[in-house]
């Protein structure tokens, strides 16, 4: 199945000069969603994690699914204010801004390999972020995991050679 035919270009959003990569077609049909899923278990099995780990929102689409597939964890991370247990957090740099990442203080556990899952690698702020929070927990990253990279926008210099696979580039 050709993925990409299910990610819907959307000119100018949110502003001016953007395209939008919209994957809302590619959950909305049963079978992209399930062939998905298959192909990242797949494809990211090779990680031999113990954990997986998403950013909300679009994240958590992905990795619980994908968790429940291979067998394993699923560890929330979200926006501050949003756990309800003591957390720990890390400020990242965006390429107009900073932001901060979230994860309960329990939920990774000294040692365990940790598989970071997101929608899209642009330009690897998040992912970064991600990484740093996980490393700051203890955890050690076995990979990152992405839907769709795109390759134009170069995110993948800011995971400083750390181990990711993507299905679609673009």
Do not use: W
């Amino acid at each position: 199945m050709n993925l990409r035919e299910h990610i819907r270009d959307i000119p100018d959003f949110p502003k001016e000069g953007i395209v939008y990569f919209d994957i809302t077609p590619l959950l909305g049909d049963a079978d992209a969603f399930k062939y998905t899923i298959d192909q990242m278990a797949e494809k990211f099995s090779s990680f031999n994690p113990d954990k997986i780990a998403a950013a909300e929102a679009r994240g958590f689409i992905f990795g619980a699914p994908l968790a429940y597939k291979m067998g394993i964890g699923f560890v929330p991370i979200r926006k501050p204010g949003k756990l309800p247990y003591e957390t720990i957090s890390v400020d990242y740099d965006l390429e107009y801004g900073t932001d901060t990442l979230c994860m309960h203080v329990d939920a990774i556990k000294e040692g365990e390999r940790v598989l970071l899952i997101d929608d899209v690698l642009a330009t690897g702020g998040t992912a970064q972020g991600m990484v740093s929070l996980i490393e700051k927990a203890g955890g050690k990253l076995a990979g990152i995991g992405f839907l769709v990279e795109l390759n134009f926008l170069e995110g993948q210099k800011k995971l400083n050679g750390v181990s990711h696979k993507t299905l679609v580039e673009i």
